[in-house]
């Protein structure tokens, strides 16, 4: 137990975090160029926020939350996503108070009681961004242009965007109704988490992943016959910026998303080889949430990526960056005694702006030099009895083999000179 983390949770080890830097990176250089700032939240909200937020129909709100009484006797939960807290930040913040809209963007862990597997954990890290006070179709098309650059510039082929409009609350209960009529026979035949949305939330009967769902579901209304005016002029305009960008989309009449909050705008990126854990990125339109958690009604639209399966992409597609190590020095003791003059050496090295390493483990000459090696050291620092007596250190160039002695100020001048 104690040499095991809680199930569904990983370590990021030393080797893997020069490809999470690298895709934060690629995140943090893309907001910029996007103008989304970025906002970090706690990890921990009031329970309270979420049911709100969420929706408490959802499965997330259902069956996955990390849920837990504090010492203050309050309900408090992990964050299972991000939009809601970052639209109570946006109202505690009086954030719309500054530039409208808001454009926000975050990266941190979330927490589900998920089934882990493959794709998918229970502490697991998502990218989002959200642009609160803009109801135009411009900004729509600008959220799904940046999460579209951003796996473009990380080099992902073979995804694909999908797109719907799920409506507003006036065209979602006209097709609630049509939806409820066509399911009502087929009801007994559903399973039993959809029998039960069939009155609470009959959309996501079509997102359901269970084979008799889906069959049953098929030749089901869809919601783009029965959008009223406004939201199709929405959509529309939403897929003429996307052609216009040369973004190419499929329309998933399908794609409802799990959430209540979301209006109009719906969309997600896929990669099939992921398998059952194809999402990558998911997104949409919430005008009601602000309202919903406390605000005058302010429209809204985020996506999240997950940073995981965006790695598990990467890697299947052979694109993250090779990193080897790399090191300006090794200093070496060849001598027992010479701990003080070995620290003083990286101490100088390391205050000049060289990366510089010392075997701590009294090594052999030949296991210093493996170590120096395998951390692509450009010098090798050696102090030896020589050395010592001396008052000098022994620096080799690792590349040529070329090797010169000195103080520790011509060792530092070599080395600069090298630069
Ligand atoms: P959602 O907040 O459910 O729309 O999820 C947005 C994105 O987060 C998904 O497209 C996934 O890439 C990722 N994601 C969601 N749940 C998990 C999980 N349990 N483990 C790993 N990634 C996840």
Not at 118 to 130: N, S
Not at 191 to 208: A, T
Request: with cysteine.
């Amino acid at each position: 137990m104690l040499t095991m983390g809680p199930r569904g949770t990983k370590d990021i080890l030393p080797k893997d975090i020069a490809n999470w830097r690298y895709i934060e990176n690629v995140i943090r250089d893309t907001c910029r160029l996007f103008d989304y700032e970025e906002i970090r939240t706690p990890i921990f909200e009031h329970t309270e926020l979420f049911l709100r937020g969420i929706g408490s129909t959802t499965d997330v709100v259902e069956k996955e939350m990390y849920t837990f009484t504090d010492r203050g006797d309050r309900s408090i939960t992990l964050r299972p996503e991000n939009t809601a807290a970052v639209v109570r930040s946006y109202l505690e913040n009086k954030l719309y108070a500054e530039t409208v809209p808001s454009k926000l963007f975050y990266i941190g862990p979330m927490f589900r009681y998920d089934r882990p597997q493959a794709g998918r954990y229970r502490q697991f890290h998502q990218f989002g961004v959200e642009a609160i006070g803009a109801a135009s179709p411009m900004i729509d098309a600008e959220v799904i242009l940046l999460a579209v650059q951003i796996l473009n510039t990380l080099g992902l082929k073979d995804l694909t965007l999908q797109l719907n409009s799920v409506g507003c609350p006036t065209c979602r209960k006209a097709y609630r109704d049509r939806l409820q009529a066509f399911l009502e026979e087929k009801k007994e035949g559903l399973c039993e988490d959809c029998r039960s949305r069939f009155d609470r939330n009959p959309m996501r009967i079509l997102d359901c992943k269970n084979e008799k769902c889906q069959a049953l579901t098929v030749g089901a209304p869809e919601i783009a016959d029965c959008l009223c005016d406004d939201c199709q002029t929405h959509f529309t305009a939403v897929q003429q910026i996307l052609t216009a960008a040369e973004v190419s989309f499929i329309l998933n009449p399908r794609l409802v998303r799990g959430l209540d909050y979301y209006t109009k705008t719906a969309f997600e990126v896929q990669y099939a080889p992921l398998g059952a854990q194809s999402a990558v990125c998911g997104g949409g339109r919430y005008d009601g949430l602000v309202e919903e958690c406390g605000g005058k009604p302010t429209p809204g639209i985020g996506f999240a990526i997950g940073i995981e399966r965006v790695l598990l992409a990467l890697e299947k597609q052979d694109l993250l960056p090779k990193n080897e190590p790399s090191l300006d020095a090794f200093v070496m003791l060849l001598q027992k005694g010479a701990e003080v003059e070995g620290m003083k050496v990286v101490t100088a090295l390391r205050k000049n702006g060289f990366s510089a390493e010392i075997d701590f483990a009294g090594r052999s000459l030949k296991a210093q030099m493996k170590q120096a090696n395998r951390q692509n050291a450009r010098y090798s620092i050696l102090l030896g009895e020589d050395e010592i007596k001396n008052n000098i250190v022994t620096i080799k160039n690792m590349q040529t083999g070329e090797q010169k002695q000195g103080t520790i100020e011509d060792m530092l001048t070599s080395m600069k000179s090298e630069d």
